[in-house]
């Protein structure tokens, strides 16, 4: 990656000086809770090397999807608390974004202090899609950080993002890749250049429309495509069998059709499927071929057959990139499918496998079913951004930091 890395920027010497820090702690709460804190722990490597150093650590992020305006609901307050216990010290919250409030605690930091703005997301200009409004709320956060100030982009969960914390505000101060999004870029380009082989990419998830590009840019790529979740389905209809009440894209049953026919070689879908007769914990369920769906019911996870399968493929693989679960892992009854793919994918590591879990709903099915991190070689902190940089798109956060 040609950019200029937290490395450099520490070389040149950072007590003192104002360091403006995009991280991503766009975590899951239940209420207060926050209930993943991966993202939280995938920030420190960068906030411990810059507080050690004596660097004025000013952090802005995100977290939910607020109106540009305040939401109690979406405050940052429970991850300044955590953040504070992780990092050891006090992390004082701002009680704006780049208000008075935020500006007078700026200017009272010393060396190895560090502020973590409200979300940055409560001001309507970051995601703005007039680059002016952008320009005037990055402007205002250097204006926080300094004449002498610089900028980290640690946030790779929003590195495909055009927004004033990730692009806008790159392009006024000097800048550096944090160690997360080094690191991110460095696994994914992995996948991407010369990934050693057999290489299986696993796929799931409820849309086959989210995932199309990814499957476009990978397909040629791989020795293995395996599909399960509620995006199976589509692919089940496009060769012409009933899917009951199942989720199903019509408008994407042409172009499932279009894949098989091109790639039908590596996709491998599932052989049997578990149907319920309502979308709830406490369904009626019964495990059918995935020919033989009834009519009135709906797949909501792959079957022991599928899995048996799926696991036998992933159990010779050399590279696996898995993105989106094989069920609704959220109800115990129809999570089996996902914990199982996920203990293929844990067992492939163990045999010495390169295995990447790529963020989102991947990363908090690993987590909820008990599986330790440490089971894969790396978990993505990235969902969205993760299969914009395998389809090869451009992506405006990293592209910034090359210029």
């Known amino acids: ?32 809770t926050i209930t993943d804190p991966g993202r939280i722990l995938a920030s420190l490597p960068t906030l411990n090397a810059l507080i050690d150093a004596g660097a004025k650590v000013i952090i802005t992020a995100h977290l939910g999807r607020p109106k540009g305006e305040p939401d109690p ?38 060396d190895g202090d560090v502020l973590l703005l409200e979300n940055v997301r409560f001001d309507p200009r970051e995601t703005s899609k007039d680059e002016s409004e952008r320009e005037s709320l ?59 082989r057999p290489y299986a990419v696993v796929l799931g998830g409820s849309k086959v429309s989210d995932k199309l590009g990814v499957i476009e840019a990978l397909a040629p790529k791989v020795d293995t495509l395996v599909i399960g979740g509620g995006m199976a389905f589509t692919f089940l209809a496009a060769q012409g069998h009933g899917v009951g009440t199942s989720l199903l894209q019509e408008d994407q049953i042409e172009v499932c059709k279009d894949l098989l026919e091109r790639f039908g070689d590596v996709i491998r879908l599932p052989a ?46 050399k590279t696996i990139f898995w993105n989106g679960p094989s069920g609704v892992f959220e109800f115990e009854k129809f999570s089996a499918g996902t914990k199982g793919v996920a203990e293929a994918i844990a067992g492939a590591t ?18 909820t079913l008990g599986l330790p991190d440490d089971d894969f070689s790396h978990i993505s902190t990235g969902g969205g951004a993760s299969l914009e940089y395998l389809e090869g798109k451009e992506l405006p956060g990293l592209k910034v930091l090359e210029s």
């Open 272 to 317: 049997d499927v578990v149907v319920a007769d309502k979308f709830a914990a406490d369904a009626q369920s019964q495990t059918v071929s995935a020919d033989a769906i009834p009519d009135g019911w709906m797949g909501l996870d792959i079957g022991p057959e599928s899995v048996q399968r799926f696991a036998a493929l992933l159990s010779g693989a």
């Open 138 to 196: 990055a402007k205002a956060f250097v204006e926080l950080v300094g004449p002498d100030g610089a900028f980290v982009s640690d946030g790779f969960g929003v590195v495909h993002r055009k927004q004033a914390s990730v692009y806008d505000v790159a392009k006024l101060l000097p800048h550096y890749a944090g160690e997360l999004v080094a690191a991110e870029v460095k696994v994914l380009s992995a996948l991407t250049e010369d990934p050693e």
């Open 73 to 110: 609901k979406y405050s940052l307050a429970p991850v300044a608390e955590r953040l504070g216990q992780e990092l050891g010290r006090n992390v004082q919250l701002a009680g704006d974004v780049v208000g008075s409030d935020a500006l007078a605690r700026a200017e009272g930091l010393t």
């Open 1 to 32: 990656m040609g950019v200029p890395t937290l490395k450099d920027l520490l070389d040149e010497g950072v007590s003192g000086r104002g360091v403006l820090v995009r991280s991503d702690f766009n975590v899951p709460l239940d209420g207060s």
């Open 350 to 367: 163990k045999a010495g496998a390169f295995t990447v879990v790529g963020g989102g709903d991947s990363a908090a099915a690993v987590r």
